[in-house]
Nanobody
Framework: QVHLSESGGGWVQVGGSLRLSCAASGRAYSDFTMGWFRQAPGKERKLVAVISVSGKSTVYADSAKGRFTISRDNAKNTVYLQMNGLKPEDTAVYYC????????????????WGQGTQVTVSS
């Protein structure tokens, strides 16, 4: 069993930055693809970015490319999402995810989800 706990969300002005962290408990973390999804009010959950077990491969949503960076520290069982140049449309609840299904953008392929952290970008 793996438990995921996000932190780092909050309120930021347009153009600002936030760094989300996700701490994972459980030995299986090192076997998991990890990533971030987000869900805006009234919308479905969508991929933001995912990272391979080794950290050498990543996949980003088009909306995140060039602005967001995903990384992981396997020694600390932690995955990060550095978000720069934030826009109002980035406002959402951000969820940390983990699973063994590879670098897939399909939410249902991830077995483990955190409780979510709110990110609000204000103009």
């Amino acid at each position: 069993q793996v438990h995921l706990s996000e932190s780092g969300g909050g309120w930021v002005q347009v153009g600002g930055s936030l760094r989300l962290s996700c701490a994972a408990s459980g030995r299986a973390y090192s076997d998991f693809t990890m990533g971030w999804f987000r869900q805006a009010p009234g919308k479905e959950r969508k991929l933001v970015a995912v990272i391979s077990v080794s950290g050498k491969s990543t996949v980003y949503a088009d909306s995140a490319k060039g602005r967001f960076t995903i990384s992981r520290d396997n020694a600390k069982n932690t995955v990060y999402l550095q978000m720069n140049g934030l826009k109002p449309e980035d406002t959402a609840v951000y969820y940390c995810v983990g699973g063994r299904g590879g670098l897939t953008p399909i939410a249902q392929n991830y077995d483990y989800w955190g409780q979510g952290t709110q990110v609000t970008v204000s103009s």
